[in-house]
């Protein structure tokens, strides 16, 4: 099913025996346009460190994101304080902790059941140096949400979200909010025609025309 990625942050995470908090953000790989982790909000709970949990952990998104964890496993998930970059390291370990096969061990990129082959196990994410260096390709959807949209020949207007496969994890499309230049309206404009992410200028370029997003049927609210 096609979910909001706005509409999947400050949802309540239940565990497996109780809440452990709400989804914060959501981080995604900006090459193969795939979520790798859920940010969880732990209200204080676990106090100083980042919680992120894999897709594999999720049991399904309605009304709430159930995780089939315990709040025990959890807590005693490898650390990784506020300020960290997610590492290589880092991954590793937590893959392993869980017991799930990294999203680098399928050719894909991304283990969904039945739809990807695996490779040679242990091969390191794409793009990622040595084990203490972050991702450069891992982004926060929170982040990009607000960034301007410049089509081929002219700004259309800005990121309003992101809309995601809650069966593969995939990014398919964002919202823009076009009331720049069409006051009111939103519309979808798919990842296949985004042709690079600026986050030093805050820029989503697209290989559209202005004329060309104009066009495009109003999004579903």
């Known amino acids: 099913m096609i979910t909001s990625i706005d509409g999947v942050r400050g949802l309540p995470l239940q565990a497996v025996d109780g809440e452990i908090g709400t989804v914060e953000d959501l981080l995604f790989d900006d090459e193969r346009w795939r979520v790798r982790y859920l940010a969880a909000d732990t209200g204080g709970w676990l106090t100083g460190r ?28 490898p650390p990784l304080s506020a300020d960290e970059p997610v590492s290589r390291q880092w991954e590793t ?97 798919p990842v296949t025609e985004i042709e690079e992410i600026s986050f030093a200028d805050r820029i989503v370029r697209v290989s559209s025309t202005r004329e060309g997003i104009e066009r495009r049927p109003e999004a579903d609210d």
């Open 50 to 77: 980042q919680v992120l949990l894999a897709p594999e952990a999720v049991g399904g998104i309605d009304e709430r994101v159930t995780i089939g964890l315990t709040r025990e496993q959890v807590e005693g998930s």
């Open 93 to 189: 370990d937590l893959y392993g902790y869980y017991g799930y096969v990294p999203y680098w061990g399928f050719a894909a990129g991304y283990p969904v059941a039945g739809a990807y082959a695996p490779i040679e196990p242990g091969l390191p994410p794409e793009g990622v140096g040595e084990p203490g260096e972050g991702d450069p390709h891992l982004r926060s959807a929170r982040e990009v949400t607000g960034y301007h949209v410049r089509a081929t020949d002219d700004e259309v207007g800005h990121v309003e979200d992101l809309l995601l496969d809650d069966a593969t994890w995939s990014i398919d499309a964002i919202v823009v909010d076009t009331r720049n230049i069409l006051p009111g309206r939103k519309v979808v404009v």
